[in-house]
């Protein structure tokens, strides 16, 4: 599978946006980017997955390079409780792809009130 | 609709001794994978079960073995615990229909091996 490249940790003041990059330059075509994060104490959480179209739910946005060899999650207004582990997954659909998580050293999340 | 649980949530043991973990997915979720996380290694895949089946193995010792019951529950042991295995256990449950599909996580079961 497709590795992913995140930076260590970032920091971001409360109720500002929060840009997180990801790269993935070995992305295949079929390949989805999905975003899960850990809260302290907790397990993972889903948090937003696309394929080549820039995503918005509830929670965060995903906007997805036109190479695809990169995305960003975008947190519109951190609040303290977004203070997590974020890690970008890259999951692929065909036969040989693998069905499980494969998890990263993720980015830590820090914010500041 | 009730989320993944999993029991116990803590748990120590000693070295020698096996230990059971439980984990009961969100209902109507066929497919239940577990994770081992360590400071030092992360998260890592151990297995998925399907219907009962194995479906899925990470690169675990033989020690970590798993089962899936007809209700979807799922249950992994661990024989012969050494010290390294002291760890937080995630399961984490889907339908099992594609693979890209959402996994949702339970709280995990912390071990101690002492």
């Known amino acids: 599978d497709a590795k992913t490249t995140q930076p260590n940790s970032m920091e971001s003041n409360e109720e500002e946006p929060v840009h997180l990059p990801c790269n993935h330059s070995t992305i295949s075509g079929t390949d989805y980017i999905h975003w899960y994060r850990q809260l302290p104490s907790q397990g993972p959480e889903y948090v937003i997955h696309?394929?080549?179209s820039n995503v918005n739910n509830r929670m965060a946005s995903l906007a997805i390079a036109e190479d695809r060899k990169s995305s960003t999650l975008i947190l519109h207004r951190a609040t303290l409780r977004d203070a997590a582990v974020y890690y970008c997954?890259?999951?692929?659909?065909?036969?040989?792809?693998?069905?499980?998580?494969?998890f990263g050293s993720g980015t830590q999340l820090t914010v500041l009130p | 609709k009730a989320g993944v649980t999993q029991t116990p949530r803590y748990l120590i043991k000693t070295r020698g001794q096996q230990v059971t973990l439980s984990c009961s997915p969100i209902s109507g979720h066929r497919s239940v994978s577990w994770y081992q996380q360590t400071p030092g290694q992360g998260l890592q895949f151990l297995f998925e079960y399907f219907s009962e089946t194995q479906r899925n193995k990470g690169n675990f010792p033989g020690r970590f073995s798993g089962r899936q019951f007809s209700n979807s529950r799922s249950e992994m042991n661990v024989s012969t615990l050494e010290l390294g295995d002291s760890a937080l256990y995630l399961c984490?449950?889907?339908?099992?229909?594609?693979?890209?599909?959402?996994?949702?996580f339970g709280p995990g079961t912390r071990l101690l091996v002492l």
């Open positions: 984490a449950s889907m339908t099992g229909g594609f693979r890209e599909e959402t996994q949702y």
């Open positions: 696309g394929l080549t």
């Open positions: 997954i890259l999951r692929g659909v065909s036969s040989g792809s693998a069905r499980q998580l494969t």
